[in-house]
């Protein structure tokens, strides 16, 4: 059990100063140019900015824990130049970005809460094409780093075929074709995605064992069978019973013996709930369907459609189940 919150802390949760502070440093790229220590005057040269100013925007970034000082000089700490400095290739600040462009409809959440009514249709991928795909090549990145863990979490050694469901960029296909050189894969997503998807096949050489399907899987039908369905990340987007019509939909996909894997961020039913409520909440202000799914109910909709053996296989982020 963790310790009571102080006066401090409890205050501190009101202001707004964090999150700003943080957003501007990303705009003004700071994180790129930390990669050793550098002096507040030589930061201000490079990017443009008064000296005195900035010194005091980074010290507040060493109370946040972002930045390291010492001596007049201050360097990212290792996970900052990791995300958020443009030389590195999971560099996610346009993600962070998006933040800042979207603060009025956090500015909206009290009214969405009192009516129950979002504030906004759809989602940023229908609405927004533009910044839809720079969130895409954000997740595209998010997907190259954590594709090799999920990896070895499965054996797919004797498949065959795979179905991508709402595949995206296809970053989670390309590291299933490289991992089992015996697979061939579908991609099914929306028609103004699969061009991002031919781009990064292309990029891969991969193009000649993936096909790529225009559609919309709650409207669409989906042909074929296959050894391996594979779901990232879109169960949240949608409403309970989207995705358990979605599941139906599915298991006519997987072949005998043929195996589901979802991959999402589900709500546990042990004790505190995780940053995973905070992102529900996200999504209530971003989407209009969005939602993070309880863990019990993903695997009651597998269970439903007829999917047996449900295991998690990552906690709170990864289910399987069998046909």
């Not at 700003?20 to 005057?41: M, R, W």
């Not at 956090?106 to 969405?112: A, D, F, N, Q, Y």
């Not at 533009?130 to 954590?146: D, F, P, S, Y």
């Not at 795979?162 to 296809?170: H, I, K, R, S």
Request: with cysteine.
């Amino acid at each position: 059990m963790g310790s009571e919150p102080s006066i401090l802390s409890i205050m501190q949760r009101g202001y707004y100063s964090e999150a700003k502070i943080y957003l501007t440093a990303i705009k003004l790229d700071i994180f790129s140019h930390l990669h050793t220590p550098q002096t507040a005057e030589w930061l201000a040269d490079t990017i443009g900015a008064d000296s005195l100013f900035l010194k005091r925007l980074l010290e507040a970034l060493v109370a946040m824990e972002l930045v390291k000082g010492q001596e007049a000089q201050f360097q990212n700490v290792p996970i900052v130049t990791e995300f958020l400095s443009r030389q590195s290739p999971f560099y996610m600040g346009e993600m962070m970005l998006l933040q800042d462009t979207e603060w009025n409809h956090w500015g909206s959440l009290e009214t969405i809460i009192r009516s129950g009514k979002p504030a906004v249709t759809g989602n940023i991928f229908m609405n927004d094409p533009e910044q839809g795909e720079k969130v895409h090549r954000v997740l595209a990145k998010m997907a190259k780093r954590m594709a090799p863990d999920l990896l070895r979490r499965f054996d797919l050694s004797s498949c065959q075929t795979l179905l991508d469901v709402g595949g995206g960029a296809g970053i989670f296909s390309s590291e299933f074709l490289k991992a089992y050189p015996q697979i061939q894969v579908t991609l099914f997503d929306l028609p103004q995605v699969l061009p991002i998807t031919q781009k990064q096949m292309e990029k891969e050489g991969l193009t000649d064992r993936v096909k790529l399907i225009p559609g919309n899987f709650n409207q669409d039908e989906i042909f074929g069978t296959y050894d391996v369905v594979f779901l990232s990340d879109i169960l949240h987007y949608q409403t309970p019973d989207e995705n358990g019509s979605l599941f139906q939909k599915l298991y006519r996909n997987v072949a005998a013996n043929g195996r589901i894997i979802v991959k999402d961020m589900f709500l546990g039913d042990e004790g505190s709930p995780g940053w995973n409520a905070i992102f529900s909440m996200h999504l209530m202000v971003y989407t209009e369907n969005g939602r993070c799914c309880k863990r019990q109910d993903v695997k009651d909709w597998l269970a439903q459609a007829g999917f047996v053996g449900i295991e998690e296989v990552e906690r709170n982020a990864v289910l399987t189940a069998r046909k």
